[in-house]
Each structure stands twice: as C-alpha cells, then as structure tokens.
C-alpha cells in the first residue's frame, strides 16, 4: 500500500481515484448493458462491443498511467507511443 501512496502522492488521492474509478465502472457496466439490449445482427453487435471494450480499456489506461509516473496524450496514442520515454 506504501508503494501506492508515494505514486500517488497521498491517501486522499488513492481514495479519490479509487471512487472515480468505481463510478465510472458502474456507467460503463449500465451503457454495457443497454448496448447488449439493442437488438442486431450478430457481426454488428460484435463490433460494437469491441470497439466499446477498447475505449474501456483507454480510459482505464489513462486513468491508471498516472500511478506509474507516466502520461499519455493523444499524440502518443496517434503515433503509437513514440514520444514515451
């Protein structure tokens, strides 16, 4: 826990991420949900659920990143992380 509290620079800012983080998996599970109740032909329903999966999947990295003394901008993401040192 130590290790995490020097990344993140104090209790309160765990805290604050970690209550971020829970909030914004509970929308995502609720518009998960309502994207599987649209009705469509299973290529399409597919595709929209990977390409949901993977802005999930930036937005964890975005939000996690910072505990590893690293950022990441969209540049990085368009270059595919030339710029990361």
């Not at 993140?8 to 109740?37: C, E, P, R």
Request: charged fraction near 0%; charge should be neutral; avoid cysteine.
């Amino acid at each position: 826990m130590s290790a995490f509290l020097a990344v993140a620079g104090s209790a309160s800012g765990l805290f604050s991420l970690l209550i971020t983080l829970a909030i914004l998996g509970v929308v995502l599970w609720i518009i998960w949900w309502a994207i599987s109740q649209i009705p469509a032909p299973p290529p399409i329903a597919v595709a929209i659920r990977v390409v949901f999966a993977l802005v999930v999947a930036l937005i964890a990295i975005h939000y996690l990143l910072p505990l590893a003394n690293m950022s990441l901008t969209l540049y990085d993401v368009l270059t595919l992380g030339s710029t990361l040192v």
